[in-house]
């Protein structure tokens, strides 16, 4: 069946569009991948088998790892395809931002194993249940309750339960769309439904195939207007959404840092950088147009939205991530290797990492070790790292110490340097103000 779908319109046009991951058999070469086979289609339960493969996704992301407007396109482009498959008789048996990945600020659907040959005269779209839990409650629940996307994939794949949300709803707003339909609704009448009627997971053969493709037709134009009510806000805001007009720098000393910044990128020849803390993405715009692929990270997902909807107009190479270099996304799924923790996908990932007036919000806020950031850097970085030194005298570093100077007592400019040393060679700096330089670091070779 997988064969015939890989071969389907669908399968084609959206694999050439780049919204499907381009697969395609393999044949084992060696006999001990031919064994393997032959093993496989031996077990009664397998059937005949196949070995498959797909183009290299660079660098994985996952769904808590995603602003509302990346869940968003994953949404979409997941109804997209599945609407798509219909009309060649193939049906998705699951609908779960897990099978999307994003190259870049483009989603991709990668699990092409989810597509199966459809009963003609089955009116019902079995995964619309989780397709409603784990894309449109997660993003209803972010639009309007400002709830993240970890707070809610990081405690459970399957995303939010109707019953789940009710709980954190006023009675004017349960009574209120949408909530009223997606939540108030499902939770009152799940009362009244056994969850061992077998009727419930039965076809529904009510008609012949015209009806049921006109049934299921009218269910995925429902499902993409009730995309359209919880769409994410277009002018969103947050504390950080304006942080540089509030605290950076003069017009002339901000060009002076994104000049610096464009030269060490093209000098560098950098092809993949990390932009830590890159708020709403105008370095990681600046290294993509030099022709690197930047992964962009930052705490806020305001501003990691910002940078997405940015990058994604101006088809940029940036995949942004709410992702908090102080706190990590861990390890998850079943024993921790389902999805690999972000250092553990990041580490040596990267030909230049960018922390840009992120250093004193690690060492002050966060109260991180000096040298445990270098080292952390270390091991992202395989070539260079371009850092910001904000000194203890500087007006932002003073107010995010507030009354605790002594713990900050001896950090110093010569402190700083000596502490480089160990992990990196200093190839140049430049003073951006009084109390700010920005620095290139080459990592040494251990």
Same mark, same amino acid.
């Given at each position: ?6 071969? =389907? ?35 009664? %339960? ?27 396109? +994953? ?32 989603? @991709? ?46 405690? =459970? ?54 009806? +049921? ?16 009510? @919880? ?12 942080? *540089? ?5 003069? =017009? ?31 370095? =990681? ?8 692929? @930047? !992964? ?6 305001? !501003? ?18 709410? @992702?908090?270099?102080?706190? *990590? ?18 580490? &040596? ?14 060492? !002050? ?49 010569? &402190?700083?340097?000596? +502490? ?24 040494? %070779?251990?």
């Amino acid at each position: 069946m997988i064969r015939e779908f890989l071969v =389907s319109k669908t399968a084609q046009a959206f694999s050439e569009s780049g919204k499907l991951i381009k697969t395609w058999p393999v044949v084992p070469e060696d006999a001990e991948g031919r064994e393997f086979v032959r093993e496989l289609e031996s077990d009664s %339960r397998n059937g005949p088998c196949a070995l498959l493969e797909h183009e290299r996704v660079w660098f994985r992301s996952f769904a808590y790892e995603w602003p509302p407007e990346m869940l968003y396109a +994953a949404a979409r482009l997941t109804v997209d395809v599945a609407a798509s498959a219909l009309k060649e008789g193939f049906s998705l048996k699951d609908a779960t931002p897990f099978n999307v990945l994003f190259r870049g600020p483009k989603p @991709v659907f990668v699990d092409v194993l989810s597509f199966e040959k459809r009963d003609p005269n089955d009116s019902r779209w079995l995964p619309y249940a989780q397709f409603v839990r784990t894309l449109v409650l997660p993003l209803l629940s972010a639009k309007q309750l400002s709830t993240r996307g970890d707070e809610i994939f990081l405690s =459970s794949a399957e995303g939010l339960k109707p019953e789940d949300l009710y709980c954190r709803l006023t009675w004017f707003q349960r009574m209120r769309p949408p909530f009223l339909s997606t939540v108030s609704l499902p939770t009152w009448l799940a009362k009244r439904v056994d969850p061992d009627d077998k009727k419930l997971y039965a076809p529904d053969h009510s008609g012949s195939p015209e009806k +049921a493709n006109f049934v299921l037709e009218i269910r995925f134009r429902q499902a993409r207007k009730l995309l359209e009510t @919880v769409k994410p806000h277009e002018e969103r805001t947050s504390a950080w959404s304006s942080y *540089p007009k509030e605290f950076s720098y003069s =017009s002339q000393e901000f060009d002076s840092k994104s000049e610096l910044v464009r030269k060490w990128v093209a000098d560098a020849k950098a092809q993949t950088v990390l932009d830590v803390g890159c708020n709403t993405g105008h370095f =990681s715009e600046i290294a993509a147009r030099g022709g690197a692929k @930047v !992964v962009a990270i930052d705490l806020d997902p305001v !501003v990691v939205g910002q940078t997405w909807c940015r990058a994604n107009a101006a088809d940029l190479d940036i995949l942004p991530l709410v @992702v908090n270099l102080a706190r *990590p996304t861990p390890a998850m799924g079943w024993r921790n290797s389902e999805y690999p923790s972000f250092l553990d996908r990041a580490a &040596g990932s990267f030909d230049m990492v960018l922390m840009l007036a992120v250093l004193h919000h690690l060492l !002050v806020t966060e109260r991180i070790p000096l040298r445990e950031i270098l080292e952390v850097c270390a091991e992202l970085t395989t070539g260079y790292l371009v850092i910001e030194y904000v000194s203890k005298d500087d007006r932002l570093f003073q107010r995010l110490t507030r009354g605790r100077e002594s713990l900050h007592a001896d950090f110093s400019q010569e &402190g700083f340097e000596g +502490a480089c040393q160990e992990h990196f060679m200093l190839m140049e700096k430049h003073p951006l103000k009084d109390t700010r330089w920005l620095y290139l670091l080459k990592r040494r %070779r251990s």
